[in-house]
């Protein structure tokens, strides 16, 4: 039998075609078609800085975080934006953060970078932003990255102007395959 080629959510399905494998219910196929791959975690009010001891160094984004909705994901530690994957496939994952930074609490003309960590390693994807003391700030950042069983996402943010601690009042935090 050749090759069957699956799109990533019949992953699984495939896998066991083009194994050769005997005996897939409809039922197994029918939650292996279903599977949803997705969380969505939100920081609403915040006012916990992220302290910022050294230039052009990320820090976690500190606040309390509430993990809103998740199929394949759970919450990381308390404090953190942390999100840990608990599916079972090799994913490709599309990750979109939103933020709105306080009115007045960095510095006009501060320049920070918001970074997304995988297993506490930077991915490279990242967003600078010119912060404006006058007006509220939002900034957003979109990044794909590939997951696997037990890998860790979590946004960093750094100040790369001064030693100004930074403060992030309302964010969305959304990953989907």
Request: proline content about 3%.
């Amino acid at each position: 039998m050749p090759a069957v080629i699956c799109p990533q959510n019949l992953r699984i399905a495939c896998r066991a075609l083009n194994s050769g494998e005997t005996g897939l219910k409809l039922t197994e196929l029918a939650a292996l078609l279903s599977a949803q791959y997705f969380a969505m975690s939100q920081l609403i009010g915040n006012a916990t800085a992220s302290v910022i001891s050294a230039l052009n160094t990320p820090v976690p984004i500190a606040g309390t975080w509430t993990l809103v909705d998740a199929e394949n994901f759970m919450a990381g530690p308390a404090g953190t934006s942390r999100v840990v994957y608990t599916g079972t496939d090799q994913l490709t994952v599309l990750i979109d953060f939103t933020a709105t930074f306080a009115v007045g609490t960095v510095p006009t003309g501060t320049n920070i970078t918001i970074r997304v960590f995988k297993n506490g390693i930077d991915t490279t994807g990242e967003t600078i932003v010119t912060l404006f003391s006058t007006v509220m700030r939002t900034v957003s950042l979109t990044w794909l990255e590939r997951i696997e069983r037990n890998d860790t996402l979590e946004l960093y943010v750094e100040n790369n102007t001064n030693l100004d601690d930074i403060t992030l009042t309302n964010a969305n935090f959304r990953i989907a395959a």
